[in-house]
């Protein structure tokens, strides 16, 4: 019978002795004798053909063409709308009224100039409120690119009753304007109006 646990016992010893542990050591037993590396097929990339399978799905046109609908769009009647509107003048235009120059000729009201050799300046204004102003400087004088560099104004009340004025700058660059539509006494107002 002690011979029966003797053997047991040496089995099991041996199978303890055999198993390599994973304590980060090189193990012959597990790796051959001289070390190398023994490849396997594990991890080893499988090709799966999946080709393109062309479907034929032409666009066939929906429900057809697109239809216009022709009714215009009404806002939410919740909302607030208004429209620009043209108020009458305070006073009416009198400088387009038939035989008002022939009548009356135009008169100047105010009138300065002065003239120099290497610059100007001007300004003038009539009773039917035309007005202008310039002044200019001789730039690179006796030079290839001598020129006049001026800047200034004119203005005038056009028959709509609204002030037209133009502001420029002319100089090596060109004529550069800037123009302005301003309300007068004469042009009414415009002013917001609600609509509904």
Same mark, same amino acid.
């Given at each position: 019978m002690m011979l029966y646990y003797a053997c047991i016992i040496s089995v099991?010893?041996?199978?303890?002795?055999?198993?390599?542990?994973?304590d980060g050591r090189w193990h012959p037993n597990k790796f051959g004798d001289n070390g190398k590396y023994i490849p396997s097929n594990e991890g080893k990339?499988?090709?799966?053909?999946n080709p393109y399978i062309h479907i034929n799905n032409p666009y066939d046109g929906g429900y057809g063409p697109?239809?216009?609908?022709?009714?215009p769009y009404v806002g939410e009647a919740t909302v607030d709308q208004y429209r620009h509107v043209l108020t009458p003048p305070d006073e009416l235009l009198p400088?387009? $009224?038939e035989g008002y120059y022939r009548n009356n000729g135009i008169k100047i009201i105010r009138q =300065?100039? =002065?003239? =120099?050799e290497d610059k100007y300046d001007f300004d003038f204004e009539t009773e039917n409120k035309i007005r202008a102003e310039e002044k200019a400087v001789l730039k690179n004088p006796n030079t290839i690119d001598e020129g006049i560099a001026s800047k200034g104004?004119?203005?005038?009340?056009?028959?709509?009753g609204f002030m037209y004025r133009?502001?420029?700058t002319a100089d090596e660059n060109g004529f550069r304007? $800037?123009? $302005?539509?301003?309300e007068t006494q004469y042009s009414g107002k415009w002013v917001l109006e609600k609509v509904n």
């Open positions: 099991c010893a041996v199978a303890v002795v055999a198993l390599p542990s994973a990339y499988v090709h799966v053909p697109y239809t216009h609908d022709y009714e400088y387009y $009224k =300065n100039h =002065n003239y =120099n104004f004119y203005e005038y009340i056009g028959p709509d133009v502001e420029y304007p $800037k123009v $302005k539509r301003l």
